[in-house]
């Protein structure tokens, strides 16, 4: 009998337990051709999800649970997960259960056929306007800036095949973007639909300064594009500049025209730092990204796993 583990990265979630404990046994009780192994990541929870966690392990045999040494994010804790998975698959959830579970058997079958990597598209996100704004532009910068194919609407749940799994796990950063990974990795992928869910209990960990931070990590940690961006400006810049250099020399010796144009000067030196600022700025992320790699520090650390 093949074994699938589930992931359920886990933040400050004791509201969710009831309903997570429900969701997870209808799924073992309807796919009990397979074994599962249900794995918990506590991310640091400042809650009692913890001790959730352990009752939930004690009264039944197919949830296990690692605990974080504290909040590392929800990228590194399914980073541990993944090192930790056991079994022939994985299946990333969200343990609010946003994730509808019947999109599992679905996932199955298509696994079964052969795909690697099947990921679930969200259909309809009941997302504010200005999340779904911000989400297309980043999905299209992504797409025009990278080769590789990026899944449009897709978060981390889905199901990965051992074949993933060790690939991922060869992959070390700490500084971490899934999405981009998952993309990245290849194999052979198939989306399916689902019908996101409203969160029942808790509150999204999500902030928009965070989502920014992400978005950010995503775009720097997968494509040197930006940079390369700043280059073509400032060779565009440096020869415009160089055209009206020539432009006020003959002005000045031709026409015998001098001292003037004090707005045409700060227009320039203001736009010109800005330009520079922001070159700098792209520069800083990428040399942020050197910094925290070349410490090499494990992701993370667990203080147990049961
Ligand atoms: N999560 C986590 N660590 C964090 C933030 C979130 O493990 O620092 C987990 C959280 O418990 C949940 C999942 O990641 O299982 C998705 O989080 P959330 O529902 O807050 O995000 P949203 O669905 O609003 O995008
Ligand atoms: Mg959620």
């Not at 966690?53 to 045999?61: A, F, G, S, Y």
């Not at 992928?189 to 409203?198: A, E, F, L």
């Amino acid at each position: 009998m093949k074994t699938i583990t589930i992931l359920l990265p886990i933040f400050n979630e004791t509201e969710s337990f009831p309903l997570l404990k429900e969701n997870i046994q209808q799924v073992i009780k309807d796919n009990s051709n397979y074994e599962w192994i249900i794995l918990m990541i506590n991310d640091g929870s400042t809650d009692n999800s913890l001790e959730k966690m352990k009752n939930l392990c004690q009264e039944d045999h197919h949830f296990h649970y690692i605990d974080l040494s504290r909040n590392y994010g929800k990228e590194i804790a399914i980073m541990a997960g993944i090192d930790y998975a056991v079994g022939d698959a994985i299946i990333i959830m969200d343990a609010d259960m946003q994730h509808p579970i019947e999109t599992i058997p679905e996932m199955i079958k298509y696994w079964e056929e052969g795909y690697d990597d099947i990921y679930a598209q969200r259909q309809n996100a009941h997302e504010p306007w200005l999340k779904t704004i911000t989400s297309k532009a980043y999905y299209n910068f992504l797409q025009k800036t990278t080769n590789i194919p990026i899944q449009k609407d897709t978060g981390d749940f889905r199901l990965l095949d051992r074949k993933c799994i060790e690939a991922l796990k060869e992959m070390k950063e700490t500084d971490r973007n899934n999405k981009g990974m998952f993309s990245w990795i290849g194999f052979k992928k198939k989306g399916i639909y689902y019908q996101q869910k409203q969160r029942q209990y808790g509150k999204t960990k999500w902030s928009y300064y965070k989502l920014i931070n992400l978005a950010l990590n995503g775009i720097t940690s997968f494509t040197t594009t930006p940079l390369r961006i700043a280059s073509i400006f400032g060779i565009i810049i440096s020869f415009m500049s160089f055209l009206y250099l020539i432009y006020i020399i003959f002005k000045t010796l031709i026409i015998g025209e001098s001292v003037q144009g004090y707005p045409t000067l700060m227009v320039t030196i203001l736009f010109l730092g800005g330009m520079q600022l922001i070159a700098l700025g792209i520069i800083g992320e990428y040399l942020s990204h050197i910094f925290n790699e070349t410490k090499r520090r494990p992701g993370y650390f667990i203080r147990e796993y049961k």
